[in-house]
């Protein structure tokens, strides 16, 4: 199934991170640019022209965290924004980054 068209599913732990080689195929359905840093996070880095292209950008962002309840920790500065991705109560990697980073993709 299509990441696009997926939910993300609450997850308040007591379930393990994805594995190398889950992340491995995931990656793979997202677009090109994001980082597996150390199997425990996806990053990507935007560019802008502009600061409020990048708070239109943000403001974008945070409606689609928000309507997913799974909320990405961003770093915002003039024309560049860092979106890091992961599952805090699991410590690592699950479905939902990558649901959400699709989705990301998609603005």
């Known amino acids: 199934m299509d990441l696009n068209t997926k939910k993300c599913k609450p997850c308040e732990g007591g379930i393990s991170p994805l594995s190398p080689e889950e992340v491995a195929g995931l990656v793979n359905q997202i677009a090109e640019g994001w980082n597996v840093l150390e199997n ?3 990053i990507k880095d935007f560019s802008f022209v502009n600061f409020l ?3 239109d950008f ?3 962002v945070a409606a689609i965290a928000e309507e997913e309840g799974h909320h990405p920790d961003m770093l ?3 024309g560049k924004l860092k979106i890091e991705l992961w599952t805090h109560s699991i410590g690592g990697l699950s479905e939902n980054d990558f649901i959400l980073a699709a989705k990301i993709d998609r603005l």
């Open 40 to 42: 425990r996070k996806i």
């Open 53 to 55: 292209h990048t708070m």
């Open 58 to 60: 943000v403001n974008k």
């Open 76 to 78: 915002v500065s003039y």
